[in-house]
């Protein structure tokens, strides 16, 4: 199915005619007459573009509820023992169990961070989304391992030629706490000799901060700096903890940073995510879900809706962030520092979507739909997904969705008798 025609549609405050063509949005406008493979009447729908859920972990959709109300070390370290006995087969259920619930809560594209990146492309691949898969660095300190990472780094960037077109190649750093100098260094170097993104854990928690502190004479995000390992290819996840010399290097190396507010809620480790401050010093804001293991769900409106919330309160400021300013946060800054023409409605945009059922008593009265959206309604609402031009869901059906439960279920009950308590 290369062509698409959505006929009469609430687009941006109007009833459009949205053409798609090739995987872009050829058309945009009044009584468009188009021979097209598929034909969708908008009435009683609105269209918006896909979301950008740009920090996961993918796979830990099965590690859902593994271990809930610890601390974040505490968790990490139950995460990490369970995490040794994944195998290909748990990574590509795990993928393919993620991309469904992304799918079914609107996300189109997503920046990962986990294992066995081949299997999970392959999963994608197939479930039809858009992804940037992060090759993981964590050596904690080992010359062996940290030499291992970075031979396994090349090779696996070289195999990553041969992916889907959708799917991209990054390099994962989890933090400064879990890779050594040399690391750090190289995989900066390596991000930008080869023009992609680097994916890291930064200033997560106040430990971390106070550790960095401590070890260094610096904060996370300024002995990055020190290093050199700052710039517009990096994507750093959380930044919770920051000193206003952090925000103003973050700013001024044009990196991008990821709010993951369920999260961080969750696991305790912050809420005081300086929205506003970034932003005015020239960063990329964007958000995430984090994994399952810690955010529990995928659901990116969800957490669009929290990340809105959480401004206001803890700023006491109604005003604060704004609901024009969260769709931009969950759209285009994600396409933007994916370096993708995406987020947006526009001709010549990738045709990454999603239609919206109007027909949901959370969508009346409809004064302001965006609004409606991100306060009121819930990812019931999103009926049909598009990415690159192909519909992945329609009528609130994925293909496949059965044997993907099923199956995630059956490599679950082999993982649990790994749980310790």
């Known amino acids: 199915m290369n062509t698409i025609l959505i006929k009469n549609i609430y687009c941006e405050n109007k009833r459009k005619d949205v053409f798609i063509k090739d995987g872009k949005i050829d058309k945009i406008g009044d009584s468009l007459d188009f021979n097209a493979d598929k034909i969708i009447d908008g009435k009683n729908k609105a269209i918006i573009p896909g979301f950008y859920n740009m920090h996961t972990h993918a796979a830990m959709s099965l590690l859902r509820g593994y271990k809930d109300d610890v601390k974040l070390f505490d968790w990490l370290n139950a995460i990490w023992e369970i995490e040794d006995h994944l195998e290909e087969e748990d990574m590509y259920w795990g993928t ?11 996300t189109t594209c997503f920046l990962d961070q986990y294992w066995m990146i081949n299997t999970s492309a392959q999963a994608i691949k197939e479930m039809g989304m858009r992804a940037c898969l992060s090759y993981t660095f964590m050596d904690a300190g080992n010359k062996e391992k940290a030499e291992f990472n970075r031979k396994t780094c090349e090779k696996a960037f070289e195999d990553s030629k041969k992916w889907d077109s959708r799917i991209q190649f990054a390099v994962g750093t989890h933090s400064i706490y879990t890779v050594c100098e040399e690391n750090l260094k190289f995989t900066h170097d390596f991000a930008r000799a080869n023009n992609i993104l680097e994916h890291i854990h930064v200033a997560e928690t106040e430990v971390e901060y106070n550790e960095s502190i401590k070890k260094y004479g610096l904060s996370p995000v300024q002995y990055l700096d020190s ?36 999260s961080n809620l969750k696991l305790g480790s912050g809420y005081r995510f300086l929205y506003n401050e970034l932003k005015a010093a020239g960063a990329n804001v964007t958000i995430g879900t984090d994994g399952c293991g810690s955010s529990n769900n995928l659901d990116l409106l969800e957490a669009m809706k929290t990340a809105s919330l959480l401004q206001k309160g803890w700023r006491g400021d109604a005003t604060a962030l704004p609901i024009n300013e969260i769709l931009n946060i969950g759209t285009v800054n994600g396409a933007k520092a994916l370096h993708l023409n995406g987020g947006k409605i526009e001709e010549g945009a ?4 999603c239609i919206i059922d109007l027909n949901s008593s959370r969508f009346v009265p409809n004064y302001n739909f965006e609004s409606n959206l991100i306060y009121s309604a819930n990812s019931s609402c999103i009926e049909t997904v598009i990415c690159d031009g192909k519909i992945i869901m329609e009528d609130r059906q994925v293909p496949g969705e059965q044997e993907i439960i099923d199956n995630s279920r059956r490599v679950v009950d082999k993982l649990w008798k790994y749980k310790k308590n």
Do not use: F
Not at 350 to 353: F, K, S, T, V
């Open 96 to 106: 393919k169990l993620a991309c469904l619930e992304m799918i079914k809560s609107g």
């Open 227 to 262: 290093l050199g390992a700052l710039s517009d290819s990096v994507v750093a996840a959380h930044c919770v903890w920051l000193n206003e010399k952090d925000i103003k290097l973050l700013g001024e190396r044009g990196v991008t940073v990821t709010h993951n507010p369920n």
């Open 350 to 353: 990738l045709a990454d979507l």
